[in-house]
């Protein structure tokens, strides 16, 4: 946890609070010094009611030159603008202001999980099981979520940023890892980038009758239907079926396949098409394990978080189980979750099969501040630490560069959140500039020096929310810790707070969000003895 101090720029002002409760902007912070010996004391930075921290101001005896220069920014947002260059158009600036995406505050997101369950046979064919095993993609049979949590997915993605790849929380940034794709899918994350053709409708006809064994007219008339360079899912399992019954086993596996990728990591926002460039993938069936599907998954959901992230976007395509199940993973408080088995009892299925579909009450406006008052004590750091006897961890997580697949490029910024890898948090380098890089092939094969300078620059860290002094003061200038302001009608300062060593322990964690939780729905004051006990076992269970 950070334990450092903060000091206030509003005038040099300094507020400490010690044997009293602060509740403020649904926040309840709680700090008993005398309580407990070994607790420290916290200070609290306030942001206007414009959302900003105030400059500090001209010391005495200065220089008038060295007055700093009131800042430009964003009420709620950055007053700092060289990181989140793209706020401006962030649906996070609209969300301040009570300003919604459209009539529904949630995003549309594309889930074919039913679909796809009904069309994975239970078994397949010897002859094809050979080649979907070798493809690497054989665990996306099993994966899908059968329904998404429109709500619980659509409140996170207003806090992802594209220049950073990451969600900015309360407490710092978090993103989706290719160590988490690794436990969550059990895809490969080694492998190469692929660098497609382009593919006209006339081409695509032509991959269509050579690699789909399908007619020219059977061909150009579906291609036709679609409008474009692509085929429907449903038309592929109809090839597939039919081909399985004709024993055509290479048609009905590329069939197969495409039909698997297209519903799954390259799901689009159409929600029924997949791209006929996609099917170049499985031209060789016997050469198709060679590629790097966790990146494959994790650039496609890239984009598409950072087109969703933008107030004009109401469409979020990509893998959105494997989103839901990140969440459900590391916020074990938020959000609604069924759970088929218990980790420590798996036999070594991918993780996100331990999640199932349970429909939750709260909508994202529900979310918002829910997620607005979560601490680092409300996240479990490492989750997948009893999954390493199936999934090891790979040093090539740590790789800081680009990410590529096609012609779509996104940063991949480990440095920004490593106390996913169990690392000390410290101020990270300014994003890649992706669009300038060249040699992005070279970079992920010689990826061993961007490990050294992202670790180089920590160390292990001794809790698991640990994070260098600054680094909060730093976060809180570049980025916008709510999306909600407190009160709408009565706008107030907003605390930023300095965070107190809380429990390690998830259980105990869990236990702490829950009382908090309760305490904050009811309005309780630490001063109202009705509520004493359940005070009390709060300070107990933030000291575990």
Request: glycine share 6%.
């Given at each position: 946890?950070?334990?450092?101090?903060?000091?206030?720029?509003?005038?040099?002002?300094?507020?400490?609070?010690r044997?009293t409760?602060?509740?403020?902007?649904?926040?309840?912070?709680?700090?008993t010094?005398?309580?407990k010996?070994s607790?420290?004391?916290s200070v609290?930075?306030?942001?206007g009611?414009d959302?900003?921290?105030?400059v500090r101001?001209l010391?005495r005896?200065a220089?008038?030159?060295a007055a700093?220069?009131?800042p430009?920014?964003?009420?709620?947002g950055?007053?700092d603008?060289?990181l989140?260059?793209?706020?401006?158009h962030?649906?996070?600036r609209?969300i301040?202001?009570?300003?919604?995406?459209g009539?529904?505050?949630?995003?549309?997101?594309?889930?074919?999980g039913?679909?796809?369950n009904?069309?994975?046979?239970?078994?397949?064919?010897?002859?094809m099981?050979s080649?979907?095993?070798?493809?690497g993609?054989a665990s996306?049979q099993?994966?899908?979520?059968?329904?998404?949590?429109?709500?619980?997915v659509?409140?996170f993605?207003?806090r992802?940023?594209?220049?950073?790849?990451s969600?900015?929380m309360?407490?710092?940034?978090?993103?989706?890892?290719?160590?988490?794709?690794?436990?969550?899918?059990h895809?490969?994350?080694?492998g190469i980038f692929?660098s497609?053709?382009?593919?006209?409708?006339?081409l695509a006809?032509?991959?269509?009758v050579?690699?789909l064994?399908v007619?020219?007219s059977?061909?150009?008339?579906?291609?036709?239907?679609?409008?474009?360079?692509?085929?429907?899912?449903?038309?592929?399992?109809?090839?597939?079926?039919?081909?399985?019954?004709?024993?055509?086993?290479?048609?009905?596996t590329r069939?197969?396949?495409l039909?698997?990728?297209?519903s799954?990591?390259f799901?689009?926002?159409?929600?029924?098409?997949?791209?006929?460039?996609?099917l170049l993938?499985?031209?060789?069936?016997?050469?198709?394990?060679?590629?790097?599907w966790?990146?494959?998954?994790?650039?496609?959901?890239?984009?598409?978080?950072?087109?969703?992230?933008?107030?004009?976007?109401?469409?979020?395509?990509g893998?959105?189980?494997?989103?839901?199940?990140?969440?459900h993973?590391?916020?074990?408080?938020?959000?609604?979750?069924?759970?088929?088995w218990?980790?420590?009892?798996?036999?070594?299925?991918?993780?996100?099969m331990?999640?199932?579909y349970r429909?939750?009450?709260?909508?994202?406006?529900?979310l918002?501040?829910?997620?607005?008052?979560?601490?680092?004590t409300d996240?479990?750091w490492?989750?997948?630490?009893?999954?390493?006897?199936?999934?090891?961890?790979?040093?090539?997580?740590l790789?800081?560069?680009?990410?590529?697949?096609?012609?779509?490029?996104?940063?991949?910024?480990p440095?920004?959140?490593l106390?996913?890898?169990g690392?000390?948090?410290?101020?990270?380098?300014?994003?890649?500039?992706?669009?300038?890089?060249?040699?992005?092939?070279?970079?992920?094969?010689s990826?061993?020096?961007s490990?050294?300078?992202?670790?180089?620059?920590s160390?292990?860290?001794?809790?698991p929310?640990?994070v260098?002094?600054?680094y909060?003061?730093?976060?809180?200038r570049?980025s916008h810790?709510?999306?909600?302001?407190?009160h709408?009608?009565?706008?107030?300062?907003?605390?930023?707070?300095?965070?107190?060593?809380?429990?390690s322990?998830?259980?105990?964690?869990?236990?702490?969000?829950?009382?908090?939780r309760?305490?904050?729905q009811v309005n309780?004051?630490?001063?109202?003895?009705?509520?004493?006990?359940?005070?009390?076992?709060?300070?107990?269970?933030?000291?575990?």
């Open positions: 946890m950070y334990t450092g101090t903060l000091k206030s720029k509003s005038s040099g002002l300094k507020s400490v609070y044997n409760s602060l509740k403020c902007s649904g926040l309840l912070f709680l700090w010094l005398n309580r010996s607790r420290k004391s609290v930075r306030r942001r009611a959302g900003r921290i105030p101001t010391d005896g220089s008038s030159s700093a220069v009131e430009t920014g964003y009420p709620g950055p007053y603008t060289s989140l260059v793209k706020y401006e962030h649906v996070a609209h301040w202001f009570g300003e919604e995406r009539p529904k505050k949630e995003l549309k997101v594309a889930g074919h039913l679909k796809l009904s069309r994975v046979p239970l078994a397949l064919p010897p002859q099981e080649w979907v095993s070798r493809s993609l996306l099993r994966t899908s979520l059968n329904k998404i949590d429109t709500n619980l659509s409140a993605v207003e992802w940023h594209l220049e950073t790849s969600f900015h309360p407490f710092g940034e978090m993103s989706i890892t290719l160590d988490d794709v690794a436990c969550l899918l895809l490969p994350i080694r692929w497609p053709q382009d593919v006209t409708e006339e006809v032509e991959l269509a050579d690699y064994g007619s020219q059977q061909a150009q008339s579906h291609v036709r239907s679609c409008r474009g360079s692509y085929y429907k899912l449903e038309w592929l399992y109809d090839i597939f079926v039919h081909h399985r019954a004709a024993s055509s086993w290479a048609y009905a069939a197969y396949l039909m698997l990728v297209g799954t990591i799901a689009d926002k159409t929600f029924t098409l997949v791209e006929a460039r996609y993938l499985f031209r060789d069936l016997d050469g198709c394990s060679g590629y790097s966790g990146a494959a998954a994790l650039v496609t959901l890239y984009r598409y978080l950072g087109d969703a992230s933008m107030y004009s976007c109401k469409q979020l395509g893998y959105p189980t494997l989103l839901q199940c990140w969440i993973e590391y916020f074990p408080t938020v959000g609604k979750r069924g759970e088929n218990n980790p420590a009892g798996n036999c070594g299925l991918p993780r996100a331990r999640w199932s429909q939750g009450v709260l909508k994202v406006d529900d918002r501040p829910i997620l607005d008052e979560l601490t680092p996240v479990i490492r989750p997948f630490e009893d999954h390493r006897a199936w999934r090891v961890f790979d040093e090539i997580c790789y800081r560069g680009c990410l590529k697949w096609g012609e779509t490029v996104v940063p991949y910024l440095d920004r959140c106390r996913q890898f690392y000390r948090q410290y101020v990270p380098s300014p994003p890649l500039d992706c669009m300038m890089a060249t040699d992005i092939d070279v970079d992920w094969i990826y061993h020096q490990v050294v300078d992202v670790i180089g620059s160390s292990v860290a001794t809790t929310s640990e260098v002094d600054g909060l003061e730093w976060y809180y570049v810790p709510r999306l909600v302001p407190p709408r009608d009565a706008p107030r300062e907003v605390p930023v707070p300095v965070y107190d060593a809380g429990p322990d998830p259980d105990w964690a869990r236990v702490s969000t829950l009382i908090r309760y305490l904050r309780a004051e630490e001063e109202d003895p009705q509520f004493s006990d359940l005070f009390e076992a709060l300070h107990i269970s933030r000291s575990h």
